[in-house]
């Protein structure tokens, strides 16, 4: 078995997705077509030409403009299915998901239709394969704490169908003390807790979304290693990391996959984890992201075999189903 057969064979958990960003090309005109919405592109090939990024920003305005084609409860069912079943096929036998509902509410979609679709697709897949899947609801930190207040109340009536809460969209100039309170509700509320930092933004923006937002896991996290006494922290407190290789290199967090820090990350002791993001935008589900860092960096069989298990001891599987993965 080559390194490249082991790290596609193995079982393992994706914690780091967002659901819209899965949005197939095809998917997203045939759904256009059926919600007779208009995209301002001629062609899946057009729209793919697009995809030439040159930073967070550039990816954000593009996805935001491209998840306006889901209109109804089957267009939510559609898409998650489509993105379970290629995660099925990398055998990843538990995924965490985010979704961005106040893309779709600010668009007079209800909550309830989003969730809805979205959550009837993962049942499905636990039916079918015996795969696990949660959700995690993510606000938008180019918008307000009061909206993202609202969202979580708008979003209460379906507390059963969400796990926890994150932070996503635009980084730089939007801090993670912006959502001091609404996290810490959340916190009361009994949910887990995420953040995206240190993707563009600084490592001081991990030191806040662990000190202030008291998030269990960070989302990205590769710009830690330039902060000693951070690197240091995380690793100790055995903070996971969620990190997306083919998304670093797409966003130009890293030039290309040659230059990714993956394996400085493993070497500091840093529970990393390899992720998506948002596969129809940067080139790939989760085996292609192991099969580029595999090709690209001097990783091993330890190596795999260890992001395998950072990826299950992360989740927030209950405590005996993780540890039968362990
Ligand atoms: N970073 C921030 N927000 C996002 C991302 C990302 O990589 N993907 C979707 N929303
Ligand atoms: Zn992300």
């Not at 079982?11 to 780091?16: F, R, T």
């Not at 040159?54 to 299915?81: C, H, K, N, P």
């Not at 922290?233 to 990190?243: C, F, P, Y």
Request: proline residues 4%; glycine residues 6%.
């Amino acid at each position: 078995q080559t390194l490249r057969e082991l790290v596609c064979a193995m079982p393992k958990a994706e914690l780091h997705m967002h659901i819209e960003g899965s949005l197939e090309p095809e998917l997203m005109f045939e759904m256009a077509e059926r919600n007779g919405i208009r995209l301002p592109y001629a062609s899946v090939d057009e729209l793919r030409r697009a995809y030439a990024f040159t930073d967070l920003q550039s990816f954000l305005d593009i996805y935001y403009a491209g998840a306006s084609v889901l209109q109804t409860e089957r267009d939510f069912y559609d898409m998650t299915r489509a993105y379970l079943e290629r995660a099925h096929a990398d055998n990843v036998r538990h995924t965490e998901i985010f979704f961005d509902p106040q893309t779709h509410t600010a668009r007079g979609i209800p909550m309830g239709v989003v969730i809805d679709g979205i959550h009837r697709a993962l049942q499905d897949a636990q039916r079918e394969w015996g795969m696990t899947a949660a959700l995690i609801l993510c606000f938008l930190r180019h918008l307000s704490e009061e909206e993202a207040f609202a969202t979580l109340e708008q979003a209460l009536p379906f507390r059963d169908r969400f796990i926890g809460v994150g932070l996503d969209s635009s980084e730089r100039g939007h801090p993670p003390e912006k959502f001091a309170r609404v996290f810490a509700r959340c916190r009361e509320l009994g949910l887990h807790l995420v953040a995206h930092a240190g993707e563009e933004g600084p490592p001081e923006y991990i030191r806040t979304a662990l000190d202030v937002l008291h998030v269990e896991r960070i989302d990205h996290g590769v710009r830690c290693l330039e902060d000693a006494e951070l690197t240091r922290r995380v690793a100790k407190e055995g903070i996971a990391l969620t990190v997306c290789p083919l998304s670093n290199v797409k966003l130009r967090v890293f030039d290309q996959i040659h230059d990714h820090n993956m394996l400085e990350l493993l070497d500091a002791g840093l529970a990393a984890t390899v992720n998506s993001d948002d596969p129809a935008y940067f080139g790939g589900y989760v085996n292609d992201n192991f099969v580029a860092l595999f090709d690209s960096l001097p990783l091993t069989r330890e190596h795999a075999q260890r992001l395998a298990r950072n990826s299950f001891a992360a989740s927030f599987l209950d405590e005996a189903t993780r540890e039968r993965y362990l």
